[in-house]
């Protein structure tokens, strides 16, 4: 199956093009500028750089969260349009399962602790295992303080290695803890539009219009909203 994925829940913005496991090409720009400018332009860019037309393609697949409430729904909305236009079937998959599959290059048996910055000293996070070269989810997505994760990691005497724009944050907690964990290096700790279809060629697709952004807490506004209702 050819599949253009999206990535846009955090800083980077990732455009890809996989067939059947196989990457055929990928673009990331981290260049501080909104994603509505640059997603759908770099998808462009790379469907003509490797001869893919839209009617080529079979499936879209996007990162429906969580992380950035802007960047989820604008990568969910670009991709429900464009699975509307193509009368194509599309796929929406957790971030944090995406990235796990960055773990891979950790090697078979790694503990995979994936982690984005959720502001408030707490990260979106969720742990897998590498097993027959993919990653096996051992626990949900959820939102958790460093601490509490931290706690967690010790209690199981696991080494973890961290992927995702949080796990420099987690890394500067556990090494004041002198806890041992290895930090991805620079290009595998982003997400990626790769992860993104690795992670769809194991679920589902359907129609564009049945994908829904994926929040694990409030927005910053309905939190401060609640809050303001609560002292009155």
Not at 5 to 28: C, H, N, P, W
Not at 155 to 171: E, I, K, M
Request: with cysteine; net charge negative; charged share 20%.
């Amino acid at each position: 199956m050819l599949i253009l994925a999206f990535e846009s829940t955090a800083k980077a913005a990732s455009v890809a093009l996989v067939r059947d496991g196989v990457l055929l090409g990928q673009t990331t720009q981290l260049s501080g500028l909104t994603h509505s400018r640059t997603l759908l332009p770099m998808a462009e860019d790379l469907m003509k750089n490797t001869g893919v037309s839209l009617s080529d393609v079979e499936g879209f697949a996007v990162a429906h969260g969580p992380g950035s409430f802007t960047g989820v729904r604008i990568g969910v909305s670009a991709v429900k349009g464009l699975a509307w236009a193509a009368q194509k079937p599309a796929c929406g998959v957790s971030t944090l399962e995406a990235m796990a599959w960055h773990g891979v290059a950790a090697g078979e048996g790694s503990l995979i602790c994936c982690c984005m910055d959720a502001r408030r000293n707490q990260v979106y996070n969720a742990l897998f295992q590498i097993h027959d070269g993919r990653p096996e989810r051992l626990c949900e997505d959820r939102a958790i303080s460093v601490e509490e994760l931290l706690s967690e990691l010790q209690s199981n005497d696991w080494t973890p290695f961290l992927v995702g724009d949080g796990a420099a944050l987690c890394s500067a907690a556990f090494r004041a803890a002198d806890f041992a964990h290895t930090l991805a290096p620079e290009n595998l700790r982003h997400q990626s539009a790769w992860g993104v279809a690795m992670a769809a060629q194991r679920q589902e697709f359907v129609p564009g219009d049945r994908l829904q952004p994926v929040y694990l807490r409030l927005s910053q506004a309905e939190r401060e909203r609640q809050a303001r209702l609560s002292q009155n």
